[in-house]
Nanobody, 133 residues
Framework: QVQLVESGGGSVQAGGSLRLSCAAS????????MGWFRQAPGKEREGVAS????????YYADSVKGRFTISQDNAKKTVYLQMNSLKPEDTAMYYC??????????????????????????WGQGTQVTVSS
């Protein structure tokens, strides 16, 4: 059974930082895309960042580029999202996702992955990030 467990959310003031972690288990980590998505109340789910697990290529949504960094520790089967210069509009529930299928780096590091259907992924339970002004 695939499990993704997020941690690291919390409340910070604008300009602050948080680091989210996602520990994966129940499958062979490292063969596909991993990503972070977020959803704010009343808004659609938004893909934030992705990483091609085999070699670590990354991709970011324009809204977070230059502020967020996705990384991984393959030995720990863990993906991280370092979030700096946080803004109130970053407030959302953040979800870790693992693609259900093996993909190529070109797909994992593109907007296509961040916009891919919900059913293409395994999902964590989410961790709340709240940024106050």
């Amino acid at each position: 059974q695939v499990q993704l467990v997020e941690s690291g959310g919390g409340s910070v003031q604008a300009g602050g930082s948080l680091r989210l972690s996602c520990a994966a288990s129940g499958y062979t980590y490292g063969g596909t895309c991993m990503g972070w998505f977020r959803q704010a109340p009343g808004k659609e789910r938004e893909g934030v960042a992705s990483i091609y697990a085999p070699i670590g290529g990354t991709y970011y949504a324009d809204s977070v580029k230059g502020r967020f960094t996705i990384s991984q520790d393959n030995a720990k089967k863990t993906v991280y999202l370092q979030m700096n210069s946080l803004k109130p509009e970053d407030t959302a529930m953040y979800y870790c996702a693992a693609d259900k299928f093996n993909r190529l780096i070109g797909y994992c590091t593109s907007s296509s992955y961040l916009q891919s259907p919900y059913e293409n992924h395994y999902w964590g339970q989410g961790t709340q990030v709240t940024v106050s002004s």
